[in-house]
């Protein structure tokens, strides 16, 4: 039955963007393919305590053959990152189809700050940012980050639980204190 529905966000975008504390608007479409009517199609969203639903339950009412409805959702994102909602498309209390719908809050996405050279008193060149691996998802990242753009983790809470351990900013491999060059890398350590 469900290639014969097609349920997703409108214009089949891939992600919901919202800025934090801020109302976000979309529309769920459902499309019936069936060649029947498909009759009271309800749509339920679910979802972290870091997006509030506002408007998380609506009626589509029936749905003829070939034809589409749409409904309009809200919700107001609470924290930054990267976040994972789930609609329940149901009818007559069977569910039909779930759709995982992600909603980006911020700047999420890994852009790599441009390298800038600024001449300065005494000819001082500004230095490129360093990139470490994420110590939770391994993807590179720049070392002065506080939370991973592609994960969402935050990586200050996770760097004050290894007081035992240092990382290495080139490649990220994971050190002893002591260290001062990397095992892995061979990278000279800062103390």
Avoid at 1 to 21: C, H, P, R, T, W
Avoid at 39 to 68: A, D, H, M, T
Wanted: contains cysteine; positive net charge; proline residues 5%.
């Amino acid at each position: 039955m469900s290639e014969q529905i097609k349920f997703g966000l409108k214009n089949d975008a891939d992600a919901v963007y919202g800025v934090l504390n801020r109302k976000k608007e979309f529309f769920l479409v459902i499309h019936n393919f069936q060649g029947h009517y498909l009759p009271q199609v309800r749509v339920v969203l679910n979802g972290p305590p870091e997006v509030r639903l506002k408007i998380k339950s609506e009626w589509y009412g029936g749905i003829g053959n070939r034809n589409k409805k749409s409904r309009l959702f809200s919700v107001i994102p609470k924290a930054e990152g990267i976040f994972n909602l789930t609609a329940t498309l149901s009818s007559k209390k069977v569910v039909l189809l779930t759709l995982p719908i992600e909603v980006r809050v911020g700047d999420v996405q890994f852009q790599p700050k441009p390298v800038v050279q600024q001449v300065q008193s005494d000819s001082a060149i500004e230095q490129p940012t360093k990139i470490i691996n994420c110590l939770f998802c391994g993807e590179k990242i720049e070392s002065d980050a506080k939370f991973c753009p592609i994960c969402g983790s935050n990586l200050k809470e996770k760097q004050n639980e290894e007081k035992k351990t240092k990382t290495c900013t080139n490649c990220g491999q994971e050190l002893t204190l002591d260290a001062k060059f990397c095992a892995s890398c061979g990278e000279k350590l800062e103390n």
